[in-house]
């Protein structure tokens, strides 16, 4: 029995821009949101400033009975001018040691150690070997920032470029549809993340987008080509019933890579360390959405655009009735 995507097109459009549009609200909101500002909640990688993150010292008798007071934190930090600052409390993955995690504007030495001075008195001794201090220009910032999108924009046009060459420009504009599709789901998941969690945004963030976008149109030139390859052998075929012969010829193959690909992020996710899990879980947000455009919707969007054309050029053109005249 044959898989029929073009059926059902309407509802993977659905899915999509529900997605989408959660991302597209999230962002907004976390645009007006006074701690953020942006689209995503930018980590010190773009905007520059100290972030410090201090733990628990549980070796200490009573040192962690009790679960760290966020207010408590937050009015030690006021108290020392920062009040923009962003505050998480943060754990192990056993649940049982607890630290605090701060971010704000750049702070000297004397600052730093005056802050970690207050917080120790009013929530418990901090284990100096897990104590974490890293400090960002502003300046340094910019240009991370600045050099990403750079790179997002011309990896965009180069594969617009590449599959304009090699298909036809149509087959290159809803590849781009797809790639874009990927990235705004991926952008839009860390968004909300970003709300809900605290998850911050840094320049690995930038570097798994870019690998999305290579992975995505991987996918999608694999579809377009059994596609090409389909109308050449019966060029007299509905252009839906093409479609559906290609993504039925290609399905197993693409839900095999994206499989395996996903078991090893998965891994990273779990086991690779707090450095590697966003950029393990932007990749498998990407690589996922970038399975499901390729197989429901740039291989949807051709056939509805292919049929619209087909449509046009068979609209009937008016003829003089010359019998009426004679």
């Known amino acids: 029995m044959k898989f029929s995507v073009i059926k059902q097109r ?6 999509s821009s529900v997605i989408i549009l959660a991302g597209l609200v999230s962002m907004a909101i976390s645009w007006t949101r006074p701690d953020i ?3 995503l909640r930018p980590s010190l990688d773009f905007i520059g400033g100290t972030k410090l993150q201090f733990e628990l010292d549980c070796s200490q008798p009573g040192n962690c009975d009790k679960p760290i007071d966020i207010s408590v934190v937050r009015q030690v930090v006021d108290s020392q001018g920062l009040a ?3 505050i998480q409390i943060v754990t192990d993955a056993t649940k049982k040691q607890q630290g605090v995690s701060i971010r704000t504007k750049t702070l000297d030495v004397e600052q730093r150690t005056k802050l970690q001075s207050l917080l120790s008195e009013k929530i418990g001794a901090f284990d100096p070997k897990t104590s974490k201090i890293d400090t960002v220009g502003p300046t340094l910032g910019r240009q991370l920032f600045t050099s990403g999108l750079l790179a997002l924009v011309l990896s965009f046009a180069g594969i617009t470029g590449y599959l304009t060459l090699r298909f036809q420009l149509d087959y290159a504009f809803f590849a781009f549809v797809a790639l874009f599709h990927d990235i705004l789901i991926t952008v839009g998941i860390f968004s909300i993340l970003g ?7 840094d320049s690995l963030f930038v570097v798994a987008l870019l690998t999305i976008i290579g992975f995505s149109v991987n996918d999608t030139v694999v579809i377009y080509d059994r596609v090409r390859e389909v109308i050449k052998l019966n060029p007299d075929e ?3 019933q093409v479609v559906d012969d290609a993504v039925n010829q290609t399905l197993t193959r693409s839900i095999n890579t994206t499989l395996t690909v996903l078991l090893t992020l998965f891994s990273i996710f779990f086991f690779g360390g707090e450095t590697l899990k966003y950029f393990a879980l932007a990749l498998i947000v990407g690589f996922t959405a970038g399975a499901y455009s390729s197989i429901f919707i740039a291989s949807t969007l051709l056939a509805w655009w292919r049929e619209r054309v087909a449509k046009s050029n068979l609209v009937p053109v008016d003829v003089p009735n010359f019998k009426d005249e004679i």
């Open 10 to 15: 309407s509802l993977w459009w659905t899915i």
């Open 37 to 39: 500002q942006a689209p």
């Open 84 to 86: 923009n600052s962003s």
């Open 195 to 201: 709300l809900v969690q605290g998850v911050e945004v």
């Open 238 to 240: 509905p252009i839906g």
